[in-house]
């Protein structure tokens, strides 16, 4: 009876045990010595990821912070914003570089699931007042103008920030109403631009610029008319970032050497950027000079977000209210700096306009 007993008591233990194991997914997450970053390498804005990978800044500062131990870092380069964020609530990636909108229906998931959570740490790359984004045309179009995309059609991903631009620019010249939209992600708009098969497509960079490289399109009005800030963020796990603060504020102490370096070494960042990304060198060092990367995240950057969360709303995307106080939160990047004898901006100064000499 003894024997018996005790063969059952291993096989309860056992079944407990996968049963705890199961529930630890989605949100779940305890510490531990392996984690994975999600990034996207077709999204020019994202592309601080590019140099932590490839520089190994953040195994650096692993050691630094954590000597002797073995932590493996895991990277997923993903095709788009929403296939990051299906594997963070899936608990598959802990961290990752997302867009503006990616990042904001990552926290109203965090809102309304009650397995997983998540912040907003840090911006990557800024594009002022919509630079880096713009609506193009086919060569030999016989567009010219904003007015005369009346009747027409324009394509653009769906929710997109390239989406927000489209319909500020349109509602700016009361064509609202006097255009057709349709979904296209910007591989698919790109090759619709080649080959004629769309009259307009909006988009960001690097398809901007590849499209000019390639000789397929032109520029038919950039971004910047529409005065509104284009971000990316870093959005991780709320409860993996509680749980291993440590790995988080090492990740931010090599998101800032990240930054520092492609201010610091063009020449050398577009060149990571083109070995990494698999674009063009010629279309890199472009994007080197016209994408402010800089982790701070400053009231400007807040009422950007808190407009384009109005945009995701009008829109449909958004299922409840998201409150950035609740989201944003730029305690680990406040630490990170400290620890590395790097000050923060006052408060004062992040009221106002980005300090470009003070990028982070």
Avoid at 16 to 26: A, D, E, M, R
Avoid at 272 to 297: G, Q
Wanted: glycine residues 8%; negative net charge.
């Amino acid at each position: 009876m003894g024997i018996v007993k005790l063969r059952i008591s291993v096989g309860s233990c056992l079944l407990i045990l996968l049963v705890l194991l199961q529930g630890c997914g989605g949100g779940a997450v305890t510490s531990q010595e392996r984690f994975t970053i999600g990034y996207q390498s077709t999204t020019a804005q994202t592309w601080g990821a590019l140099i932590i990978k490839n520089k190994k800044l953040l195994e650096k500062h692993l050691e630094e912070l954590l000597p002797g131990q073995e932590v493996t870092v895991e990277w997923f380069d993903a095709s788009a914003g929403s296939v990051l964020n299906n594997n963070m609530i899936g608990g598959k990636i802990q961290l990752s570089f997302l867009g503006d909108m990616p990042s904001l229906l990552n926290g109203v998931q965090g809102k309304k699931r009650s397995n997983y959570d998540s912040v907003l740490l840090a911006l990557d790359g800024k594009g002022v007042s919509g630079r880096n984004q713009g609506i193009v045309t086919p060569n030999g179009s016989s567009i010219h103008t904003i007015e005369e995309l009346a009747g027409k059609t324009v394509s653009t991903p769906i929710g997109s920030s390239a989406h927000r631009m489209l319909l500020d620019m349109l509602r700016e010249h009361g064509l609202i109403e006097q255009v057709t939209i349709v979904d296209q992600s910007v591989s698919v708009g790109m090759q619709s631009i080649e080959q004629r098969k769309i009259d307009v497509h909006a988009t960001w960079e690097p398809y901007l610029s590849l499209i000019d490289y390639r000789g397929i399109g032109q520029l038919l009005q950039s971004g910047e008319t529409t005065n509104v800030d284009y971000l990316t963020a870093v959005v991780a796990n709320r409860d993996w970032a509680q749980s291993n603060r440590t790995y988080v504020i090492a990740f931010l102490r090599a998101l800032y050497e990240a930054h520092q370096f492609i201010s610091n070494h063009p020449t050398e960042a577009a060149e990571i950027f083109a070995e990494e990304s698999k674009f063009p060198l010629e279309v890199c060092h472009k994007l080197v000079a016209s994408i402010r990367f800089d982790s701070a995240i400053y009231n400007k950057d807040l009422n950007t977000l808190n407009g384009s969360i109005a945009f995701l709303s009008e829109i449909g995307k958004l299922q409840q209210k998201l409150d950035l106080n609740d989201f944003v939160d730029d305690q680990y990047l406040r630490e990170a700096l400290h620890s590395l004898d790097k000050p923060y901006l006052t408060d004062e100064e992040l009221k106002g306009d980005w300090i470009e000499d003070k990028k982070l």
